[in-house]
């Protein structure tokens, strides 16, 4: 019912920046929050950054103030544009919808995108 298509992953050396975007399209009434997720390999998924439609956003302690997450409401759109890089960055990257689907009272439903991966090099 909501497809997301993420963009941006990719090679880059420490201390580097890429930014990731991630388009939601379907049945949308709104869109509650938008986020992302990342996986290293053997770790655990953890959550990086989320924001709401209001322009709220939270962050993991590892990554305050070198990546920053922002919404397009009009576009139905989530980037999260990440500075200085580090090796412990890399991962694959996950956003994720929360949206209302359909009408006002239609259900509020989590989709995720295909994930994109970011490599950090030492």
């Known amino acids: 019912q909501v497809q997301l298509v993420e963009s941006g992953g990719g090679l880059v050396q420490a201390g580097g920046s890429l930014r990731l975007s991630c388009a939601a399209s379907?049945?949308?009434?709104?869109?509650?929050?938008m986020g992302w997720y990342r996986q290293a390999p053997e770790k655990q998924r953890e959550l990086v950054a989320t924001i709401n439609s209001g322009g709220n956003a939270n962050y993991v302690d590892s990554v305050k103030g070198r990546f920053t997450i922002s919404i397009d409401n009009a576009k139905n759109t989530v980037s999260l544009q990440m500075n200085s890089l580090k090796p412990e960055d890399t991962a694959v990257y996950y956003c994720?919808?929360?949206?209302?689907?359909?009408?006002?009272?239609?259900?509020?439903?989590?989709?995720w995108g295909q994930g994109t991966q970011v490599t950090v090099s030492s």
């Open positions: 379907g049945i949308i009434f709104y869109i509650n929050d």
């Open positions: 994720y919808a929360d949206a209302r689907i359909g009408t006002m009272r239609g259900p509020l439903l989590r989709s």
